[in-house]
């Protein structure tokens, strides 16, 4: 199981952005592909965006596809999400994930022994 801190969230005008970064420690994630989800109050839990363990492959939920942008970088065991051209409908708090055989692909799907964190709330309003 691999556990995540999330951080990076806060309070931003529609049109700004934020970096959310997803940290791990004790567990190498050179071998995993990472997902960020995102759920709002009353709201199902969404897949946001999804990076392969080597980060040559990367899906986008449509709602976010040219806005955002999933990173990472596997010396400092991070992954990141850089949120462009923020809209309220992006309000939520926002989480990262995995399990051993997690694979990135289309649909995000939730991981199926995800270890599930506190997130970081992202609020866009004026």
């Known amino acids: 199981q691999v556990q995540f801190v999330e951080s990076g969230g806060g309070l931003v005008q529609p049109g700004g952005s934020l970096r959310l970064s997803c940290s791990a420690s004790?567990?190498?994630?050179?071998?995993?592909?990472i997902a960020w989800f995102r759920q709002a109050p009353g709201k199902e839990r969404e897949g946001v965006s999804c990076?392969?363990?080597?980060?040559?492959?990367?899906v986008y939920a449509d709602s976010v596809k040219g806005r955002f942008t999933i990173s990472r970088d596997n010396a400092e065991n991070t992954v990141y999400l850089r949120m462009n051209s923020l809209k309220p409908e992006d309000t939520a708090v926002y989480y990262c994930a995995t399990d051993l055989h997690y694979v990135c692909q289309a649909g995000i799907k939730s991981p199926q022994f995800a270890s599930w964190g506190q997130g970081t709330q992202v609020t866009v309003s004026s």
């Open positions: 990076i392969s363990s080597r980060g040559g492959r990367t």
């Open positions: 004790g567990v190498n994630l050179d071998y995993y592909s």
